[in-house]
């Protein structure tokens, strides 16, 4: 890989370094791996439905092959009524007709791997659609049934039942708990849903629980799966006597309420399923892999989840929410690596999902922008598009450098921000209207793709309109329109994860290059590779060496190109210094 240019005329690296993390020799691929979420609604439509289908993503795995990530990860394509976008499951060994059929999905599976590409699957443990033919047994039984027992029901609270049973919220708003109508026409019992009321949660105390979902694990392992995203994989076990929480519905850590005594998450016998998995899943082989979607404070807790016989990896979120402050980037890398290290594990990265503002309109504030799982509409303060695609790239620039795993979401290679002007009809997230419209939701971040700039839909698909509306400023940011440009989103992620995978980065070390570390930049060396961030408004003069890539392109714009300028990220090949 050629480099872009020699800074000759500056210091060299001198100064201390902390070594935080060392580099990785240990076995599994998923240690280093760079993983692509597909969210299939959203990919690529090829029956002209305007929802996106399972042969619109085989039709376009060469584009991902192409960018050099080593797996796909698929959100959920099972049967479902579709009330929260697939995560309300009907059947879980079906594929859902909008996507398509098994067939389909084996045929995905083969082309991925002629491509050299892993798939990894969505797993929905924790709740179910109300209209799973287990919840509708449940519904026709009595109370004290064994098909009540595989949900959480409980007798309401107050006189006649007519209360809750507890005070517990959901996270799309209102109350986690609903009434159901008996058998005998009369109202009756209470079941328990901590996200939408079509969502009734499953009761992990009930064998029978357990021994479904080791099935639905073969199911799939057997399709040729590499692995598991688990779904809100703290949330499976409740605490006994399910007690009263006045804190937020998410469980994390607010006033006089610390996340880990939240009676819904994070509970000690999630250990044991987990184990239990584990075993599933080393007997198709040590390549197959279970990532918890896991929102566990603080970050030594949630090292207790990837210890070598559990799970492989657990997303980082508090990184996902450092945003771009270099002091909480420091601290969350630093305490990660560490954490994780302590257990043997690997660290994951990641700066968008189908659940958060994409960062680049995250990022295009200066002041304090969308509340998480919040989007933007019209009415609300705008991101500056320029700034948070330029800060966009840089932040990406300076994660994928991290020693570890790194997560991408689909489009954010093209520097995709959210969708704002989303008619309040064609919004479809429970949280919009659970909430009456006070939040958004997660729409803005679920916009179909734009593959082709001159096509009906810009090539999302020929026929229907698509689920929801693309921007018109999509167009110059479709993939062909950018693969054209040297310049563009694109190309320098093509860029940047091809050196990645040929310095070995993620295999790398950590160290802090102390004397760029300040209020504004932040910069750490992996290997011979130096990261360097600047966040300040004034350019940054960067140590001599080798220019690998920037976040600006070849031609950042200065001109002294040994200056990084503000909201520019470079690798560049340096000497070492000092370790402290």
């Known amino acids: 890989m050629s480099v872009d240019s020699m800074i000759t005329n500056a210091a060299p690296l001198a100064g201390p370094l902390t070594l935080i993390h060392d580099a990785d020799n240990a076995p599994g691929w998923w240690r280093s791996a760079v993983i692509y979420q597909v969210y299939p609604r959203s990919f690529r439509d090829l029956n002209g439905d305007g929802i996106g289908d399972l042969a619109g993503i085989t039709a376009e795995l060469p584009q991902l092959a192409e960018l050099d990530v080593d797996a796909v ?37 083969a082309e991925a791997n002629r491509l050299g590409l892993r798939v990894i699957v969505d797993l929905v443990p924790n709740h179910c659609s109300d209209q799973h033919v287990a919840f509708q047994a449940a519904l026709a039984s009595p109370a004290g049934s064994p098909e009540r027992d595989m949900f959480i029901f409980r007798d309401g ?32 019992q209470w079941y328990l849903h901590l996200f939408d009321s079509s969502q009734p949660d499953f009761n992990w105390d009930n064998p029978a629980v357990h021994a479904e979902f080791e099935r639905v694990l073969r199911f799939w392992l057997d399709r040729g799966v590499s692995g598991f995203r688990v779904d809100v994989a703290h949330a499976l076990v409740k605490a ?26 994070g509970q000690p016998a999630l250990h044991d399923i987990f184990r239990a998995w584990r075993l599933i899943l080393d007997g198709y082989g040590p390549d197959r892999i279970l990532c918890a979607e896991a929102n566990v404070d603080p970050l030594p807790r949630l090292a207790d989840w990837v210890r ?53 309109s995250r990022f295009g504030y200066n002041g304090s922008g969308p509340r998480d799982g919040d989007g933007i509409g019209a009415a609300d303060p705008q991101p500056d598009t320029d700034l948070g695609r330029r800060r966009a790239a840089a932040a990406s620039l300076f994660m ?13 290679e093209l520097g995709l921000p959210d969708g704002i002007d989303i008619p309040e009809h064609l919004r479809q997230d429970p949280t919009f209207a659970r ?33 929801l509306p693309l921007p018109a400023s999509f167009a ?42 300040s209020g504004s930049s932040l910069a750490y060396l992996n290997g011979d590779t ?32 040994h200056f990084l300028a503000s909201g520019e990220t470079a690798w560049l090949r340096v000497g070492g210094g000092d370790a402290a």
């Not at 054209?484 to 940047?496: G, I, Q, V």
Request: hydrophobic share 35%; net charge negative; with cysteine.
């Open 476 to 517: 110059d940011l479709a993939r062909d329109a950018q693969a054209a440009s040297p310049s563009s989103h694109l190309s320098l992620y093509r860029n940047m994860l091809a050196l990645r995978r040929e310095l070995g980065l993620g295999r790398g070390s950590l160290a802090w290059a102390e004397d760029w570390c």
């Open 240 to 265: 006994p006597g399910l007690p009263a929480w006045g804190g937020r519905a998410d469980g994390g850590s607010s006033d006089g309420f610390p996340g880990h005594e939240a009676p819904m998450f």
């Open 73 to 109: 990860w698929l959100s959920p394509f099972y049967e479902s009524p579709q009330r929260d976008a697939g995560y309300d499951v009907s059947d879980y060994c079906d594929v859902d007709p909008i996507f398509g059929t098994l067939g389909d999905f084996d045929v995905m599976i």
């Open 435 to 467: 909430t009456g419209g006070a939040r958004l939701g997660r729409d803005g971040c679920r916009v179909p793709l734009p593959w082709r700039s001159t096509e009906r839909h810009l090539g999302f698909g020929s026929g229907q309109d698509p689920w």
């Open 400 to 412: 994928l450098g991290l020693p570890g795993a790194a997560y991408l979401y689909q489009g954010e």
């Open 157 to 188: 609270a107050g006189p006649e039942g007519h209360e809750p049973p507890n005070n517990w919220q959901s996270h799309f708003g209102g109350p986690a708990w609903t009434r159901v109508t008996g058998p005998d026409g009369q109202p009756d």
């Open 530 to 561: 130096l990261v360097l961030m600047n966040l300040n408004h004034e350019p940054l003069e960067m140590p001599a060496g080798s220019v690998l890539v920037r976040s600006a392109g070849s031609d950042s714009g200065s001109d002294a190109p």
């Open 308 to 360: 070598s016989d559990e799970m492989h990896q657990a997303f980082n979120f508090p990184y996902l929410h450092a945003g771009l402050d270099v002091y909480r980037m420091r601290s969350v890398i630093t305490d990660s690596l560490t954490a994780l290290d302590a257990v043997g594990a690997t660290s994951t990265w990641v700066l968008s999902n189908h659940d958060v503002v994409r960062h680049s």
